[in-house]
């Protein structure tokens, strides 16, 4: 991995890694994601370390509208599990062909998407990589995942993911903008540690998550911080307005801790 402020190590390198992990599936056109091809990206990923969180990065520019559009459609074909809250299809192990390449993808914006110099700084302490390299490189990266689709009012109540899950977590959000809350779950060692709001909660850190955005979370960010989106009338503000909410679609993907032995 390269220093700080500029791209993650020499691009050959990383796709022939990819290449290796994922096949020659990488260059079909045929799959159900096509158009979101390896290396499309690598101009326009930015990554950004969220202030106070460690191991909380947010890629703002990881899919185009176009390959937005495109994953959408592989998901609908799926078969989604409507619930009171939410409509939900879930995949364990052998994740569909277009998870497997939404895989891909996230692994190569990691590796060769540009570290903006202000937000490694930061976190002063932050690793310079969105993701520590036995994470990244784990195999298989991803194999389970959860697609989630959200009416207007409809959100996710403040939670740490299942301690069945290993550390690494990503959130693709797809649809609707929307800010999502981050507030601790245990005692972090940083400054937030001690600030609270007027009454006494504590202090909740705002994310901005547009279409086609990116967030990844390990370390603290993974084990002690919750996330929520409360996309109740009033409680969706950003930059003193408050967000239009539509149907909003997320795919999170996550690793099965291994039985016990």
């Not at 490694?120 to 697609?147: G, H, K, Y």
Request: aromatic share 8%; hydrophobic share 40%; with cysteine.
């Amino acid at each position: 991995m390269a220093g700080g402020g500029g791209d993650y190590g020499d691009d050959s390198i990383c796709r022939a890694a990819l290449r290796e992990a994922f096949g020659d599936s990488l260059d079909s056109d045929s799959d159900e994601l096509a158009g979101v091809s390896p290396g499309a990206g690598h101009g326009r990923w930015r990554w950004e370390a969220v202030a106070g969180i460690r191991g909380l990065w947010l890629c703002a520019t990881f899919l185009t509208a176009d390959e937005q559009a495109r994953l959408l459609a592989a998901i609908q074909r799926g078969e989604f599990l409507v619930t009171a809250t939410s409509s939900r299809a879930m995949r364990f192990g052998d994740l569909p062909s277009w998870a497997i390449e939404l895989s891909a993808l996230i692994r190569e914006a990691i590796c060769v998407g540009h570290v903006d110099v202000d937000a490694e700084m930061t976190n002063e302490d932050e690793d310079v990589c969105p993701l520590p390299s036995d994470l990244l490189w784990r195999e298989p990266f991803f194999d389970q995942m959860i697609a989630n689709r959200y009416n207007p009012g409809e959100g996710i109540c403040a939670h740490v993911d299942l301690m069945r899950f290993d550390d690494g977590i990503a959130i693709v959000s797809l649809e609707s903008a929307c800010v999502m809350h981050f507030s601790q779950a245990e005692p972090t060692g940083t400054t937030l540690d001690t600030l609270k709001l007027g009454d006494g909660e504590p202090t909740k850190v705002p994310v901005y998550l547009n279409p086609g955005s990116l967030v990844v979370m390990s370390g603290d960010a993974r084990y002690l911080w919750k996330h929520e989106i409360n996309r109740k009338p009033g409680a969706q503000l950003w930059d003193g307005r408050e967000l239009e909410q539509h149907r909003r679609t997320s795919v999170t993907l996550r690793k099965l801790l291994a039985s016990p032995s």
